[in-house]
């Protein structure tokens, strides 16, 4: 578990409302879970992401490349299976997309993030942060 850049996250991305409340669920491994379980139903807790509308494959292929096409990312998702873990990013992306498990697949330190909810259409991208 990456709590340094799981709090960066959280930094950047999620409602500063909700900020206080995850960083402390991510401090511990027991706690964790409790932000896990949210990821769902966890859109309108975003900020600075853009809905993904259409072919998500190639929405993401389009932002990575302005990344510098990075090689892995780290996930955080209520699949256990994939939860807390680098993974290669072709690797990731066909494990999350279309699962239907709340995840974000973090790129680099943080400069982006993929989201994937339960629901078929609930997918976003943040904005790029260099």
Not at 85 to 104: C, F, H, P, Q
């Given at each position: 578990?990456?709590?340094?850049?799981?709090?960066?996250?959280?930094?950047?991305?999620?409602?500063?409302?909700?900020?206080?409340?995850?960083?402390?669920?991510?401090?511990?491994?027991?706690?964790?879970?409790?932000?896990?379980?949210?990821?769902?139903?966890?859109?309108?807790?975003?900020?600075?992401?853009?809905?993904?509308?259409?072919?998500?494959?190639?929405?993401?292929?389009?932002?990575l490349?302005?990344?510098?096409?990075?090689?892995?990312?780290y996930?955080?998702?209520?699949?256990?299976?994939?939860?807390?873990?680098?993974?290669?990013?072709?690797?990731?992306?066909?494990?999350?997309?279309?699962?239907?498990?709340?995840?974000?697949?973090?790129?680099?330190?943080?400069?982006?993030?993929?989201?994937?909810?339960?629901?078929?259409?609930?997918r976003?991208?943040?904005?790029?942060?260099?």
């Open positions: 578990m990456d709590v340094e850049l799981e709090a960066k996250v959280i930094k950047r991305f999620i409602i500063n409302r909700k900020q206080e409340r995850y960083l402390g669920f991510i401090q511990a491994e027991k706690t964790r879970r409790k932000f896990t379980d949210e990821l769902a139903h966890f859109s309108s807790q975003l900020k600075d992401f853009e809905e993904i509308k259409g072919n998500e494959w190639k929405v993401l292929e389009e932002k490349k302005n990344l510098g096409n990075p090689t892995d990312c996930m955080i998702s209520e699949n256990s299976e994939i939860d807390a873990k680098r993974l290669d990013v072709k690797l990731a992306l066909r494990e999350s997309i279309g699962y239907g498990s709340g995840t974000l697949i973090v790129f680099g330190d943080a400069n982006m993030v993929y989201y994937e909810g339960e629901g078929p259409s609930d976003w991208i943040s904005k790029l942060i260099k």
